[in-house]
Nanobody
Framework: QVQLVESGGGLVQPGGSLRLSCAAS????????MRWYRQAPGKERELVAV????????NYGDSVKGRFTISRDNAKNTVYLQMNSLKPEDTAVYLC??????????????WGQGTQVTVSS
């Protein structure tokens, strides 16, 4: 059974930091590109960060560049999102997604349930 379980969300003051985790199971994690998305009430889902299978050359949405860092540990089947200098506009449900496998002609997309991040004083 495929599972993506996010954790680490919560309430933080502006300027603070949080580290989100997404634990994967039920598929070959190392062969999947991992993504973090976020969705705020009344807004479209926004791609926050993408990390390839090997972990190099991550890409970020313009709104989070220089503040957020995505990383992965293939040995632990986990992807992380380190969020620094948080702003109220970062408030959203953060979801991880898996796309792959990269070495197959068929593509699967898996989603987690999300974790709430609220940035407020």
């Amino acid at each position: 059974q495929v599972q993506l379980v996010e954790s680490g969300g919560g309430l933080v003051q502006p300027g603070g930091s949080l580290r989100l985790s997404c634990a994967a199971s039920g598929f070959y994690f190392s062969s999947y590109v991992m993504r973090w998305y976020r969705q705020a009430p009344g807004k479209e889902r926004e791609l926050v960060a993408v990390i390839p299978t090997g972990g190099a050359t991550a890409n970020y949405g313009d709104s989070v560049k220089g503040r957020f860092t995505i990383s992965r540990d293939n040995a632990k089947n986990t992807v992380y999102l380190q969020m620094n200098s948080l702003k109220p506009e970062d408030t959203a449900v953060y979801l991880c997604g898996a796309v792959g496998p990269v070495d197959s002609s068929r593509t699967y997309v898996y989603w987690g349930q999300g974790t709430q991040v609220t940035v407020s004083s």
